[in-house]
């Protein structure tokens, strides 16, 4: 004979009028929906931020290369020296205050950019071909371009020997390109100065600031770098890469941001109807 059947009384009702459990639950997802969507939409618009950004970069290029030429002299207006702009200067180069910056590749290949300054002179005079620097009222840092790694065994290239004076064309730069180092997130460790020497041949850097630069070997260095273009002889390649303008880039970025702000807003209000149905039904 089977057993009698056991009825269970329901629970009663819940009217205190707090919500269950699940509903919790799926107001804890609305307002995590709620955050992802505010950041992706912020993100989103700060790609389109860098786009303009990089808009406005790409117009001062434009800008400075529309202008004409720009001989450099000791006595140059510092106003004038507008990045990315042709200039020209004459005078006399120190090779005894070249320098290297290291971890600069070309197509894949390691190598060095080379660094010398060169002592300015008037663009209608001749420069005297046995300047020294003691005797240098001005100078720019000319960026003279790209050699190879030499093979093992050997720390630096040999340099062909540069002539007393020189015409060199290129353009400004603000400052000399940086590659990121650890020793930058150290207070006071991008001073190079006290350890910039010459005793012992070219040195050899990572990143070299003007200010660095000037303080080691005692020139008045005008405040821009010649980034040089111009042919002279002496086996350096000049393949320069302007800044990288990638409008399109960011402008991808952030439509993937807004296509995620808004797959997160439309989810958020799938949970918000059942949310609300869930209360109405407690």
Known sequence: MAPPEVRRTPPAPDTTGTVPLRGWRLWLGAVLLLIVTAITASLGFWQLDRADQKRSIQADIDAARAQPALALSPKIPADELVAWRQAW???AWQPGHTVF?????HDG??????VTPLCLSSPDAQPEPDRQAADCDRAIAVLRGWVA????????????PLPASQVVEGRLLEHLPRLYELGTLVPGASD????????????????????????ATGLVLLDAVLEQSSETGDG???????PPIDVDKHLGYALQWFSFAAIAFIALGVIL?????????G
């Not at 093979?151 to 062909?160: K, R």
Request: glycine share 8%; aromatic share 8%; hydrophobic share 40%.
């Open 89 to 91: 200067a004459r005078g």
């Open 101 to 105: 910056l290291d971890n600069r590749n």
């Open 109 to 114: 290949r390691p190598g060095f950019w080379v």
């Open 149 to 160: 790694r030499p093979a093992p065994g050997q720390l630096l290239p040999e340099l062909a």
């Open 192 to 215: 190079t100065s006290a350890t910039l020497s010459w005793d012992d041949g070219a040195p050899l850097l990572q990143n070299l600031t003007l200010a660095d630069y000037a303080a």
């Open 236 to 242: 350096l390649l000049r393949e320069w890469a302007g």
């Open 273 to 281: 109807v059942k949310a609300i149905r869930n209360r109405q039904r």
